[in-house]
Structures are given as structure tokens and as C-alpha cells.
């Protein structure tokens, strides 16, 4: 898995912004407001483990006081999880 098609897969997400790289081997991508939040930061950071890659996902409230998320944060790691495995399902047309 390489940094440029997670961030194709997470510049597909319902409600994300153009997602950024943070550093060499870190993007972060931020969701527009919604009815259930004031906006989210999904961050990706790709490292290498044994043979392959190590892809830690992790979405958090934008606004620090914010005191429950009605699982808005849960739903997007669960999607960037399965976009990221479905990206090496059999027959997906990886650009």
C-alpha cells in the first residue's frame, strides 16, 4: 500500500476535503460539518512491517470540547478500513 492511493481512497469518502500529507509517510484528511459533528480528522500513517505495510487510521473530533460523537468517528475508520481492503480484493482496478 502506498501514501498516493490511500489518499485516492480516502479523498472518496462521503464528506472529506482534499486530503493532505503531514509528513513522508502521514496524511491526514479533514470532513465537512454534518448534523452529527463540527467536522473530523481522519489521519493515515503507513509504515513498513516485515514484508509489508502497517497503515494506522485514526479519526477524532475537530473541536477539542467536543464531548460525544455519536460514533461519527467509529463509522470513519470502519470505512477507510474497507476501502483499504477492498482495494486488494480480487478484480479491483487499481490506477
Known sequence: MTLALTGRLLAGLPR???PVYVGSSVLEARTRISWWSFGETITCSLRPEGGGTRIDVESRSTMSLTAVDYGVNREN????MAMIEGAFAPGWPAR
Not at 475508520?77 to 477507510?80: F, K, M
Open 16 to 18: 472529506v476535503r482534499q
Open 77 to 80: 475508520v470502519r470505512l477507510v
